[in-house]
Every structure is written in structure tokens, then in C-alpha cells.
């Protein structure tokens, strides 16, 4: 301990990090609710149409479905295509996917709200450029063009042959005699598949709070992931100008907020952004693909580059920070241990022990997020608008933003913010308006900002149940947090696997996640085939080993995350091991995953998996 104070003393910081580390304590304690997750509810009743499709035409029809295909796989995002894609690669050919909206593209399809872009560098984000021969526009894609890559993957790898569009799945159910899943959906289909693959996303269902007196609004109201451009008028580039009379409520403050409070603020005619907790809004510093650059690239860059950049966040050394950009910002600092000093100095600081390295990590967080509220000081001008933007907690306890509007909106004149933490979130919303701290904010329009379910049951976020061997169904299996062997598959659930974060490798680049997974997935499927048998299920034994592994490691996610301000990192503050989106991934990281996936890859006996 002594040894520890004295690093720390040696260090001769300009900030005093226990006074840092007591105001985050207080800042996440009093926005801990005692509800956590069930302060959301679902999208029903009023809101209902919250989960339309805007984006087609009603009244499609088409004979409902009753033959086979070897696999289903539910979702049409970048999971479904990359399975597709992948799973073509290595023959498997007879696919189909089935999608709710009218197009392939997922969480580009729905979100089209005005400046929505991927905080993700995209030769990282946008997958399969190196097959496909596409160099994306700007290091950081603008959603329109991430759409249409997605539907540019769709028709290389001839996913449109067999897909059907604007269906929901309702049921998955074994039928053990046929050894066969029986897909139900809401077109009235019953068909067959030898395998199943569930890409239905991590935030696919948007989700509102439970405030009071929700319903009762009788403006207007949407979801940003289903942006009513028939009210706002515009496009994603901007042009909101039906707005210029409405006084309009953004209510939330996360990424998306982040990326179209701008547009709001800048056409409205009064805006209220009600915040409860503020995110960091580090650079974007947006630019143009070099193509001289991209000539230099050698075959094989895009994984070399999405490797480095999950090296950097796993902590492994690298030669280059390839990315070099506000994600990779803290730990490059750790990575060659610089710290910056008292007389604004860098200073290089060898850690002597686990403690120090773990100091050091909070020392360097603590630096990263001194600049970001600094920025928000250069930014904003009225002083008490600044000090409830600054975000008060480590940077990766939330998902960190990157926009250089945001700010920059809290100036005009016609844009207030509404700090709503004294109450925990927004007090109530009545016939006409929005209450915060006992004032009610008139307005026309509330545009909801909340986000997405991440907490709830896994087959409520879907929209089915799956009903495996002798009944069972999966939300019953998985009650008391997921038991999965490697993230990908369940005891008594044959022949269905899972796409998306799990008790696997996972990225905050979430393509590379599902990449990985679905080359790992195409495997198997591949293994079963060739080798002549019905089907694979992971044994009770494996999977219990596995999940008891993920526990283990997970100790450090575990500890960081429980410091956390809520969120839906931390399961709104709750946590257990295996609740919230990265508290149960496996904790060495995605490359430490893969390399152990391909060690299993290679001794070619599927250990683990029972085969029939
Ligand atoms: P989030 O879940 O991140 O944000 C929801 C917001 O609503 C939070 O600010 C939350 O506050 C606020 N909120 C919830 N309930 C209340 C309440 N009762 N009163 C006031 N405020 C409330 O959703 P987003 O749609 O912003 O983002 C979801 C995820 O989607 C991101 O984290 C990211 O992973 C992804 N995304 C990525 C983008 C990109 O790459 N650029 C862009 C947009 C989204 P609090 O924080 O206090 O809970």
C-alpha cells in the first residue's frame, strides 16, 4: 500500500485522484435505481407502432412457407449476412434468411435518423471490402452508405435468392423425430431447417422508460430508430425544416442522441434535450479515404487491422496503433506507459506490480476524461450548461462518443439543457409537456432517445420462444443468466446456434465479432454435414465447464463494471456475472477467443459436442 501511495505521490499529478475517485462514487451512487432494468417498459399499447416498419409500403402478401432448407438464420443485419456470406464460403448453400424489415442492412435498416454514422472506423466496421473490392469513403461511415454496403454483401453473396423479407419468426421448435426445427412465423409459414442461426442483434428492440404519465402525451412522438421524416421533414443530411415551429423533447443522451441532437437543435424552433446522465464527446475529426493510402494496403490488411485494434483494448503490445483514434486513445498511453504531469509534462512510468498497473490504468482513464470535460469547458459557453455535460465516471463504463456538433449545439440560443439526475430521470410527461425539477416544459414533440433492451430475456428481445428437446424452452434455460458452451449453443437445443455478443470473444467492433463467429459456426454446421450426422449439441458437462471458465476470468470486467455508473454495460447498475452486454464475453479478448476457437478448430474431434 505504502509502495502504492508512493507511486502514485512520484507521479506528481495535477489533479488529486482520490478526490476524482470519490466524486465518480458519489455521481454513479446517486444514479443507481433500485428498479435497475425494470424501469423500462415495453414498447406496447401507444406505443406500439414504435416497432413498424415506416420503411415499407403496406399490404405485402405472399403463400406462406411449409418446405425445407438446410439452414435458417433469423436476422438480416451484418450478423445474417456475414453468416450467409461465410457460410456460402465454405459450401454450404442452401440458406435462407429471414428478416422483419423489407431489406437486408439490421441496425442500418431501422436507424436512419439525421447524422447517424458509425463511431467505428470503417475499413475495421465495414466488413467483407477486402472480397467485395470496396474502399469505404471517409474513416468513419455516414449510415447511408453502411446500408448499402450491407445490401452490396446481400447480392455478392446471392442472399436475396432465398431471404424473406417483412417476417417475423414467432417460434423455433425441435421436432426430434425429423431431427428437424420447425420455423413459425407471422406469415403463416412452417418451415423446416436442419440448422438455425439467431442473428437478431444486441439492440434490436427499442425501449422506452417508465415515466409517469407516458401515455398521456398527446403530441407527437417516435423512436429515433424509426425517425418520422414525414414530421420532421429532411433527410439524414439535415433539411429538418418542419421543425422550424415545433418545440421539440429529445429525452436520452447516448450515441444516438449525440449524432442528431445537432439536427434538431439546429432547425427547431425551441429545443430541450433532457439528460440524466452525459456521455463523453470526445473528436471526431472525420476525413476523407487517402487513396494513395489505400494502395499501399496488402491483401489481408482488413484482419491485420481489426486485430490490431482488439489487440490494443485486450492489452497486448503492438508495433503501431493502426486505428489511432479516441478508442484506442487510453490504452496506447498504457501500452508504452505515458502520463502526463503536474508542469504538463508526459512522463514514462514503469509499473512495478499488479496494483500499479492497475492504478496506472485509472491514472492515464482519469487524464482521458480531464480532456473530455475540459472540452466541454472550451466548448460550452454558459458555465452551468458545462458543468452538467461533464461526464463523471471511466471512460469505457459507458459507450464513449465522438462528434464535434454536439457541443457546439448547447450555444444557440433556442437549445436548453435539462439535467435530469436530481430525480433519477425525467419526473413526468402530461397532456402537453415534459416535467423536470417541478417545472413542465411545453412542447410539440417528444422524440424518444432511450435506446434499446439488453437486460431483458433473450427470446422477449427476439420476438420467439425456442422450444428445444422434450419442451424445453430456451428462456427457461437460460433463466438464471446464459449457459452456453463457447457463446454459441445450449444443451438441448441442437443444431442452433447464436450470433451476437455471448459468452465469447467480443469487440466494440461488432462486425469483426460476427465474423469470427459465423466462420466458427460455419464449421460445425460443415463438420455435421460432412461427417453424416443429424445433429450436434454441446454436452451438459461442457457447457457447465464453459460457463463456470467465463466466471472465472471475468472477475476483473466484474470489478470495473460494478464501479460503473448504470448503464446498460452493467446491467442498469445490477450486476451479475452474466447480465449487462460484456460482463459475461470472455474476458481475455476477442483474439485470445479466436485462437483458442482455432486450436479447437484444429484437433477436429468437436470435443464438447454430442453428435447423433
Ligand atoms: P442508450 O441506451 O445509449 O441511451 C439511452 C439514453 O436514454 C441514455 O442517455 C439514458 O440515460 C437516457 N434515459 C433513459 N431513461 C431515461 C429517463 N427516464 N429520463 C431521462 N433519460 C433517460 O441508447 P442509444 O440509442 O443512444 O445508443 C444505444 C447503442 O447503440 C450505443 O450505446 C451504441 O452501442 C449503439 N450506437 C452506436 C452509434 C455509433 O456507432 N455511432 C450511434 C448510435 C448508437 P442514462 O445514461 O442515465 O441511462
Redesign the pocket.
Known sequence: MEDDARFIANLKLDFDPDALRNKYNQERDR?IRVDGNAQYVEVSGKFRHFTDDPYVESGFTRAPLTDEVDVVVIGGGFGGLLAGARFREAGIKDVRIIESGGDFGGTWYWNRYPG?????ESYCYLPLVEELGYMPKEKYSFAPEIYEHSQRIAKHYQLYDNACFQTRVTELRWDGDAARWIVSTDRGDAMRARFVVMATGP?NRPKL?A?AGIEDFEGHTFH?SRWDYSYTGGNHSGGLTKLSDKRVAV???????I?CVPFVGEYARQLYV?Q??PSSVDLRGNKPTDPAWAKTLKPGWQRARRENFNNIFAGVPVEEDLVSDGWTDIFRNLGVGIIGNAEKKTQKVAPQSPSQMALMAEVVDFQKMNGIRSRVDQTVTDPATAEALKPWYRQFC??PTFNDEYLPTFNRPNVKLID?SATQ??ERITRTGIVANGVEYPVDCIIF????EVGTAYTRRAGFEVVGIGGETLTDHWAKGLQTFHGFSSHGFPNCFILGPSQNGFSVNLTAVLDDQSQHIGYIIKEVMTRGFRYSQPSKEAEKEWVAEIKRLAVMTTDFLSNCT???YNNEGHLQAEAGLIAGAYAPGINAFNALMAKWREKGDLEGLELS
Open positions: 444514479r447517424a454514422q458509425c463511431d467505428i439492440l422508460p415515466i429515433t429525452i436520452g443522451t447516448g450515441a444516438t442522441a449524432q433532457f440524466r446522465t459507458k459507450r435530469t430521470g425525467v432517445a432511450t435506446g434499446f448504470p448503464g446498460y
